[in-house]
């Protein structure tokens, strides 16, 4: 799963990606220093794989993961495409989820493309523009598909009227992902998939606040109108910082990151759940999508595991580290025997039968 990380020129987005993902990239003090997306991968932190692995004494742990996407910065004009927009937009169709970086602090010295801080006012730029260019693609869809309802086209009247939902929406300057639609209805579904809607992700906002008296991890005193969203607020110039720090001289200075907060509040968001395995060979993390049945749960081990599954034993990851061992859970009789229709919980440490 892919997460994007967009905003306008200068507001920390490289080096947030820098932070996140270790990897040296161009982060300039001028508009348009990333053209092409740099890509990461990131660890997903979870103390209950480091404490499963440590009872079961693991030789090898291997965490879940997501994918960081580094977008160049977006700026007015970029759905008729202004400072490469289009380039950029098309970047942002590929991800999964966005984390839209917003500056929310002073500095004379780093370059802000509209010469004033506002993060009000950058995120209705932002969103301005993947709004023009959603409703752009859904224009297009709409004709086709009102030709298809003249011609009878099974379907295609459900479709039209989620696109008009949609259409409605956009039009009101609001994101897509604010319609209320039944995705779980085939051809509802369909049409959204194929219409693969910038504004239909589901979105992270970040504000940075470095060189903000609130440091690292602390809430900034934000505009009512901003702590509607689903947010998180980040000193990234300190984030970079402690790259070079040891963990001693970052105690010392009683500096920590909160970087751990926005990788785990991204995997969530992206509708993302755990369940583990443990044994002496390995303890891992397993990533599925929430309201998985257990053959769906298996598929992320092996095809094998859905299409010849008979059964999964489950317990708690708290449940089994009480008890201490695997062993001990199966003897106690507390290991639960669950069929296809189980839907896995988050933190289910599972063994699959097939």
């Given at each position: 799963m892919k997460i994007g990380i967009v905003g306008l020129p200068n507001v920390g987005k490289s080096t947030l990606f820098k932070a996140l993902t270790r990897t040296p990239v161009d982060i300039n003090n001028y508009p348009f220093?990333?053209?092409?997306?740099?890509?990461?991968?990131?660890?997903?932190?979870?103390?209950?794989l480091l404490k499963l692995a440590a009872m079961s004494k693991s030789k090898k742990i291997v965490p879940a993961v997501v994918e960081f996407v580094d977008i160049a910065g977006l700026v007015?004009?970029?759905?008729?495409g202004e400072g490469l927009g289009n380039k950029f937009l098309a970047n942002i169709r590929e991800v999964d989820a966005i984390v839209?970086?917003?500056r929310a602090f002073q500095n004379p010295n780093i370059i802000h493309v509209h010469n004033q801080i506002d993060p009000t006012s950058d995120i209705e730029v932002?969103?301005?523009?993947?709004?023009l260019a959603d409703l752009e693609t859904v224009k297009k869809v709409k004709t086709r598909l009102e030709k298809d309802v003249r011609s009878n086209k099974k379907g295609a009247d459900m479709q039209l009227e989620a696109v008009?939902?949609?259409?409605?929406?956009?039009?009101?300057?609001?994101?897509a992902n604010a319609v209320s639609l039944d995705l779980t209805e085939e051809n509802t579904g369909q049409i959204i998939r194929e219409l693969s809607l910038l504004t239909m992700k589901p979105f992270i906002y970040v504000f940075n606040v470095s060189d903000s008296p609130v440091g690292t991890g602390r809430d900034l005193s934000l505009p009512e109108?901003?702590?509607?969203?689903?947010?998180?607020?980040?000193?990234?110039?300190?984030?970079?910082?402690?790259?070079?720090?040891?963990?001693?001289?970052?105690?010392?200075?009683?500096?920590?990151?909160n970087l751990e907060a926005l990788?785990?509040?991204?995997?969530y968001t992206l509708g993302l759940i755990t369940f583990l395995t443990t044994?002496?060979?390995?303890?891992?993390?397993?990533?599925?999508?929430?309201?998985?049945?257990?053959?769906?749960a298996g598929a992320a081990i092996h095809n094998d595991f859905k299409d010849r599954f008979i059964r999964a034993e489950v317990i708690a990851w708290d449940k089994l580290l009480e008890i201490g061992s695997w062993s001990k859970a199966r003897e106690m009789g507390r290991l639960r025997l669950e069929g296809k229709e189980y839907i896995v919980q988050d933190g289910d440490v599972i063994e699959f039968k097939i």
């Open positions: 220093c990333t053209i092409e997306p740099n890509v990461g991968i990131v660890k997903v932190p979870d103390e209950r007015k004009g970029a759905a008729t839209q970086v917003v932002i969103n301005t523009e993947l709004i008009d939902k949609i259409q409605k929406i956009l039009e009101e300057g609001k994101l109108e901003l702590k509607k969203f689903n947010h998180l607020c980040l000193d990234i110039k300190i984030e970079e910082e402690l790259l070079e720090m040891s963990a001693e001289e970052a105690a010392e200075l009683e500096i920590k990151s990788i785990v509040k991204a995997y044994g002496e060979d390995e303890s891992r993390a397993w990533t599925i999508k929430k309201d998985s049945t257990a053959p769906l």
